[in-house]
């Protein structure tokens, strides 16, 4: 393609972009071609998939006003905030909307002052962020994609699924809710008019998704459900629990630092110690986080949260036991 066509292909979309009314004879006036020209141009600009089209009223072409975004004044750190965001899903097949996030960071890059850019580019090269391991996501853009549709158009899906909780491959109609990012993987929250509740579904578990031209409409008492609760993560068991766990001096700075959920109170002692508080939705989820710490936590509160730590972990010494070890 000839350089004047190009220029003439930039001109066209910033013409049809401006909001001005653009007849065809407009735009042949302008672009200085003739109006099989300017038709040549708008079917390369279809073939280009930038969604221009006929406002019959006014007898003009438009751009879709959502197809450009305006542009934005950004501050160095907002910059650097958004290419280290970026940089995270960068290059990595394991989380959907990896594809998007690079060429949004390569034109983030290609608009920014060369000082600018350099300066960041030196920056970024001596920063490195290392997430928590995640759950492969490979080819699931599409099915990303068509679920946030689904969410936003409140559209009802049929899904072939395979269920750890059940053990087998279902087939569930579901009303999507909302898509979260908990711990490792995206989730699909769900009320299911298969099991009459609303659950929630991994990604990389769906195995067939259609998503119908029949809508929904959600109670409100669901529009504003998370579909976790009060859960220590994500799995709600439909009881509350006031939790007390005491941590030793050796872990209780690193426990004490993080948010680990929004009821956590902590009571810090004299020897370094901490007694933590939580009041949560289930023990099961909970049961092996404590675990992980192993002899440097001990459970205060309830009984039965202590009494699936005590069994978990003499089910583990025996393992051992048994071997000799």
Not at 34 to 50: G, K, P, Q
Not at 229 to 236: E, K, Q, T, V, Y
């Amino acid at each position: 393609m000839r350089i004047s066509r190009v220029y003439r292909l930039l001109r066209l979309i910033t013409m049809l972009q401006s909001g001005r009314s653009c007849a065809v004879s407009q735009l042949a006036r302008e672009l200085e071609v003739s109006r099989r020209t300017v038709f040549r141009d708008l079917n390369m600009l279809e073939m280009a998939h930038i969604p221009y089209y006929f406002d019959r009223e006014q007898g003009t072409y438009r751009i879709n006003r959502h197809f450009f975004l305006p542009p934005v004044n950004l501050t160095l750190p907002e910059a650097l905030t958004l290419l280290v965001g970026s940089r995270r899903v960068r290059g990595s097949s394991v989380l959907p909307l990896a594809a998007a996030s690079e060429r949004a960071a390569v034109k983030l890059e290609s608009v920014l002052p060369a000082a600018v850019r350099d300066y960041l580019g030196t920056v970024l090269d001596r920063m490195e962020v290392r997430p928590a391991p995640a759950a492969r996501h490979e080819g699931l853009d599409e099915t990303f994609d068509r679920l946030i549709s689904a969410v936003a158009e409140r559209k009802l899906c049929r899904t072939v699924y395979v269920s750890f909780h059940e053990r087998k491959q279902i087939t569930v109609t579901l009303e999507p809710r909302r898509l979260a990012f908990v711990g490792r993987a995206w989730y699909l929250i769900a009320y299911s008019r298969t099991h009459r509740q609303q659950r929630t579904f991994k990604l990389g578990r769906i195995k067939k998704l259609t998503v119908t031209d029949q809508t929904f409409q959600p109670r409100e008492d669901q529009e504003q459900d998370t579909g976790f609760g009060d859960a220590w993560s994500m799995i709600p068991e439909g009881r509350l629990h006031n939790v007390h766990l005491h941590f030793t001096p050796k872990v209780a700075g690193n426990v004490a630092e993080v948010n680990w959920h929004h009821s956590q109170r902590v009571e810090w002692h004299d020897d370094g110690s901490i007694d933590f508080h939580a009041r949560v939705d289930g023990l099961g989820e909970i049961t092996w986080w404590i675990l992980g710490y192993g002899d440097q936590v001990k459970v205060v509160a309830p009984a039965a949260l202590a009494g699936r730590v005590a069994t978990m972990a003499r089910n583990v010494a025996a393992q051992y036991e048994q071997r000799g070890a």
